[in-house]
């Protein structure tokens, strides 16, 4: 059996800072579950632009408010308490928090490394 707090992920290397957004990864591909799980929060006032080539992910608001905006289509989905979006298409996307940071939990499949960064298209690389 596995099991972490938040607060000590959060007190580790499993903690990633970027400008727009903190990613907790509490699961990882090393802990051999075929996913990850994250808790990620997006800062008020921010855009983030995110194209998961290599991954899905499923994403479930805990707290805060925002929008996700579609770039294929240029459709946009409010973001509140309760909203699960799930990017089964590799959608490239702006996600957007508004009126306060969005906490969010974030499900990767396949698994992240918990090294991956972001490139200049928004996209985590495939990990071997």
């Given at each position: 059996m596995i099991v972490r707090t938040l607060k000590e992920c959060e007190a580790s290397e499993r903690c990633v800072k970027a400008e727009t957004w903190q990613s907790v990864r509490m699961l990882l591909k090393d802990d051999n579950m075929g996913f990850s799980f994250h808790i990620t929060t997006?800062?008020?006032?921010?855009?983030?632009?995110?194209?998961?080539?290599?991954?899905?992910?499923?994403?479930?608001?805990?707290?805060?408010?925002?929008?996700?905006?579609?770039?294929?289509?240029?459709?946009?989905?409010?973001i509140e308490p309760g909203t699960l979006y799930i990017l089964d298409k590799h959608d490239e996307h702006l996600l957007r928090a508004t009126s306060e940071d969005m906490v969010m939990a974030c499900v990767f499949n396949p698994p992240l490394s918990g090294k991956e960064v972001h490139d200049e298209n928004g996209v985590y690389p495939l990990s071997e």
């Open positions: 997006i800062y008020k006032g921010t855009e983030t632009h995110i194209w998961y080539q290599n991954h899905l992910e499923s994403v479930y608001c805990m707290s805060g408010y925002g929008e996700v905006e579609t770039l294929a289509d240029g459709k946009v989905y409010p």
